[in-house]
């Protein structure tokens, strides 16, 4: 009989990586009137068991080139079901994305339909993507849809329709293996790119042509019934192994699996393989069998079982029927249909050869909805492939519940470039993204409602205040001139934290003034001590505590007990009084309620970089100086049971933005004051740092002269009174000194704002700001 591969012409004509099209595919048939061929891949791990370091090495160089397609900016990787479902995820956990979703064809009670598109040539033509929210994906981030083949581009295009109608972004990367388009098909994405108004990149490890004879698809079609389901002398055994697998970590990227999921991962991943290698014979290797779309954790557990000394192959079983010709070359030399394990599912299910070195031993990886009698029936999985001879071990991971994973994302960490102009290593957000909602009220406006007590500060935001040139100027001369000062304090009060609370420690700065202080002191425990601290910015609103949420995910994720949050100074006390009560009453876990903050002029706390009331450059600016992220939001028409406090993100200020300039001029400084900070650090620990609370008690003696009917309207210090200028209703501003530099900014916006400044020789603090009565 005629193989009919030989009406299949794969040409190379280019690469990307160390192999050309011919060396990573070779032609298979199938009996499909539409199309009658497929490339059957050396390097996927679908229908040829193969070392699981040739898939990863495949999707690791898949990755680079992605990576070179959209330089330093996260992405959002999504994989097309069923194939290229493992191939995305390692394209995904190479680059660190932001998330990775893979489209599906399997019906999950309890999920809403986000998107879904077709593809045209497959056996099974349903896509559909099912994230537990859409806010996992970011519309400010590339989108890579990633394939093992690119035949047209149709089902991709397709894809980017798809969801650019409900999540549009500017730019999209085509992935794949191997790119097989001719040249109209580049042309049809080159239209389709100019349609939407975005940008679509393609990458690849090679690209070919395929060309058919004229008669293929009835020459396949011709051909006798596949024989599937070779039987051995005798069949192996049978044997069954449950993994637990926690509820709320993603088994795989069906609901969307985010980068904060993957250390929660590799421990699950881990374990699964530990119970694995307990019931494995040590002495036979193994082929490590994926079900379909569950494809990424299969090849983890093949991987875990090498490391452990086992010699493992990975493949994946598959819905498509592909023909199985005993042929030397053919890649498809056996093959397996048997009944889908699936409740509702009608169509069978294969696998292809399913073979290694003799005596190999087959891990058969599911999840808990193929954990069905089908599963185990004569016809089933279990029973078809052990009729061969092969010993058959059926792993049951009882993977995430959609449920319980959909409410587990409730409270979704942000990070740059998605959410904010910060790095995301430098900082995470433990807040929710508020930047589609109108939050903002007129400043007069809100501050009676919030003076009548009919609305609280946090409900609300302010207008972003924007300064014109000439206070732009002083802020870049503030800086410049305040830099070495400012960095003499981030040393000091890291030097203390450092020499107090030990070296495993993780950063929580009080969202958005603590946020800037909080990454400079990471970047000095990088820098003089090589440390990699983890740092989070979480919010905490006077008279309503810290963000509970936020805490129990510090709690959950390390030792609550080496966590140290971080301020950027103090005025009278009231946030260190609001932090040390919300710590006290929160249940369940230990936290340290020492504040650290780089001044402390109000004398509230005892892990300080200097008491002095000087002008922290950060202070003279809104978001435009703290990574363009406003002040935090606690409403409860937004913020709901289980959700962080809320933020926006002002990605239209990008222009104004000098939040990482101000980073970078203060870090330039770090290694000129390294001894005296060390010194100075060693000179604070000895001393007797007890609060004397002195802030509060000025507060009061101020608030009796001028007759303030409350405490809350006073403002005490160079940091307070900039805040007021910037987003309250100023009255007055006080200060000691009527020529003092550290305030030549706030003299600025107290004329551009007609607020009279009075001079106050006897002040505690070198200035004050006083909020109007507008009630």
Known sequence: MKNPTADIRITPNGRSSDRSVDQLVRPGLRRNPRRAHLLVSEVLGKHIPIDPAV??????????????????????????????????????????????????????????????????????????????????????????????????????????????????????????????????????????????????????????????????????????????????????????????????????????????????????????????????????????????????????????????????????????????????????????????????????????????PEGAQIVLVVDEPADTAALFDPAGAAHTIAASGSDVMVVVVRGADPVALTMSRRALPLTGPAFGSYAPHEVTWLLKDLSAVALEADITEREKLIQEGSAHYAESLPVEYQPDAAYRELFDNVLHDSASRLALAVGTVTELVLAERGHDIVLASLARAGTPVGILMRRWAFEMHGLELPHYAVSIVRDRGIDAVALRYLADHHDSRSVVFVDGWTGKGAIARELSAALTAFDGAEFNDDLA????????????????DFLIASACLNSTVSGLVSRTVLNSELIRDGDFHGAKYYAELAEADVSNYLLDTVSAQFAGVRDQAVTAAKTVERSDRTPSWSGWASVEKVREEFGISHVNFVKPGVGETTRVLLRRVPWRVLVRDANAPEHRHIRMLAEARGVPVTEVPDLAYSCMGLIKDVT
Not at 131 to 159: F, H, K, M, N
Not at 202 to 225: F, H, T, W, Y
Not at 599 to 610: E, K
């Open 597 to 612: 903050v780089l001044a402390d002029p109000g004398h509230c706390a005892r892990t300080y970089g200097t008491r002095d």
């Open 55 to 356: 898939v990863t090495e495949a999707a690791d160089t898949l990755a680079d080139l992605v990576r070179a397609a959209v330089g330093d900016s996260d992405v959002d990787v999504l994989g097309f079901a069923e194939t290229a479902t493992g191939l995305g995820h390692g394209v995904a956990a190479h680059l660190d994305a932001h998330c990775y979703l893979h489209s599906t064809r399997r019906d999950v009670p309890g999920t809403e339909v986000f998107a879904e598109f077709q593809e045209g040539h497959s056996h099974a033509t349903d896509h559909r993507l099912l994230p537990t929210s859409p806010s996992v994906l970011s519309t400010q981030l590339p989108l890579v849809l990633v394939d093992d083949e690119i035949s047209t581009g149709r089902t991709a295009l397709e894809a980017v329709r798809s969801i650019h109608a409900v999540s549009p972004r500017t730019h999209y990367v085509v992935a794949s293996l191997v790119d097989m388009r001719a040249p109209e098909h580049h042309a049809e994405s080159s239209s389709v790119a100019a349609e939407l108004g975005v940008v679509i990149d393609s990458v690849s490890l090679a690209q070919g042509n395929v060309a058919l004879g004229a008669d293929l698809i009835e020459s396949v079609l011709a051909l006798p019934e596949p024989e599937y389901n070779p039987v051995g002398p005798r069949p192996g055994r049978v044997t069954r192994v449950d993994a637990h697998w926690p509820a709320t970590v993603p088994d795989g990227g069906r609901h969307g699996f985010l980068a904060s999921d993957a250390t929660s991962f590799d421990a699950a991943a881990s374990a699964v393989a530990d119970v694995v290698a307990e019931s494995l014979d040590t002495s036979r290797p193994v082929i490590v069998l994926g079900h379909e779309e569950l494809m990424h954790l299969p090849l983890r557990l093949a991987s875990a079982l090498q490391d452990r000394g086992h010699p493992a192959l990975y493949q994946t079983t598959t819905r498509s029927p592909a023909y199985v010709l005993d042929d030397p070359g053919y890649p498809l030399r056996r093959g397996f249909r048997f009944l889908a394990p699936e409740a509702g599912e009608a169509e069978a299910r294969y696998v292809y050869n399913a073979s290694g």
